[in-house]
């Protein structure tokens, strides 16, 4: 029964990831197994292998790594652009990498987090390729053939391409997107212990659960229902935008007691002790529905 619960959850959030398909969408055909993956990144959680000869329809190239497709059962994920998987040729002009050099030594990691993802050590003085200002406080690079992050505080550079636009115009929506991904991607990895924050292995409350998601993208926050309730600005649940905390009181006695991410569509993401682990619920009927207290932004 977990396991079909699950199943269910990652089918919710990969459809979740999907815009409306724009006419003329470029058909493609994967020529070699590749994962197919809830966020672009390495560190995104694996869905499934689509197989050699299998069809997809690219939606969009989020950057010069991965491509962002649509399966022939509908679900939404990324894929490596690494053209021995597909022979999708993106039309975009991608902008001329600059220069930078390392301040002071600094850990290289395959993605824009602070988690179990260290490549290596670049000590002070390097000069590496920055190929992007990811956002403000990671820079994508070339280090000598390997891709990877640094932290934006040890290296000093110009002329550097910022994070190629998403199409929301927005940097709160880039973000809210980006925190959701993470999200995600703890699918099946994480479980639920009341009252844990053990990131090492991955065992969180629901609270521990929203405060490292958040952490991951720079937003910090106190451990707790009890601070997160009171943490950024208020908003009505008719005006939820992606990225917003929504809280719940399961006890029914007037205390708040549970805390989601909340990720459009009357969909929200969070740890549930009744899962184990992280799933993806309503808001707009049911149990939850019932149980729903109030909401915060802190984008």
């Given at each position: 029964m977990k396991m079909k619960k699950r199943i269910a959850a990652s089918v919710i959030a990969l459809s979740l990831l999907a815009p409306s398909t724009a006419l003329g969408a470029y058909q493609a055909e994967v020529t070699y197994g590749v994962n197919f993956r809830w966020a672009p990144s390495t560190?995104?959680?694996?869905?499934?292998?689509?197989?050699?000869?299998?069809?997809?329809?690219?939606?969009?190239?989020?950057?010069?790594?991965?491509?962002?497709?649509?399966?022939?059962?509908?679900?939404?994920?990324?894929?490596?652009?690494?053209?021995?998987?597909?022979?999708?040729?993106?039309?975009?002009?991608?902008?001329?990498?600059?220069?930078?050099?390392?301040?002071?030594?600094?850990?290289?990691?395959?993605?824009?987090?602070?988690?179990?993802?260290?490549?290596?050590?670049?000590?002070?003085?390097?000069?590496?390729?920055?190929?992007?200002?990811?956002?403000?406080?990671w820079v994508k690079i070339n280090h000598n053939g390997t891709v990877g992050y640094i932290s934006s505080n040890y290296i000093s550079h110009s002329g550097a391409p910022s994070q190629p636009s998403t199409g929301s115009g927005s940097t709160s929506s880039a973000k809210a997107d980006a925190i959701i991904a993470t999200a995600q991607s703890l699918s099946g990895k994480v479980t639920y212990s009341y009252g844990v924050r053990n990131p090492s292995r991955w065992i969180f409350d629901c609270s521990s659960f929203t405060q490292y998601v958040y952490g991951q993208h720079g937003v910090s926050m106190k451990w707790g229902t009890r601070y997160q309730q009171h943490e950024g600005s208020a908003v009505s649940k008719s005006n939820l935008k992606r990225g917003d905390l929504v809280f719940f009181d399961t006890n029914s006695n007037g205390s708040i007691n549970h805390v989601g991410i909340y990720m459009g569509g009357g969909q929200f993401i969070h740890n549930k002790p009744s899962s184990n682990g992280v799933a993806i619920d309503t808001l707009n009927s049911g149990y939850w529905q019932d149980k729903y207290v109030k909401a915060r932004r802190v984008l």
């Open positions: 560190d995104g959680g694996i869905h499934r292998m689509l197989n050699k000869g299998e069809p997809v329809q690219v939606i969009e190239q989020v950057n010069n790594y991965w491509l962002k497709v649509k399966t022939q059962e509908g679900m939404v994920g990324y894929i490596s652009a690494d053209d021995k998987y597909t022979k999708y040729v993106s039309s975009a002009v991608t902008s001329p990498a600059s220069s930078g050099t390392i301040t002071s030594s600094v850990n290289f990691r395959s993605a824009p987090r602070v988690a179990n993802n260290q490549i290596g050590l670049i000590r002070k003085g390097t000069v590496v390729q920055v190929l992007e200002v990811t956002n403000s406080y």
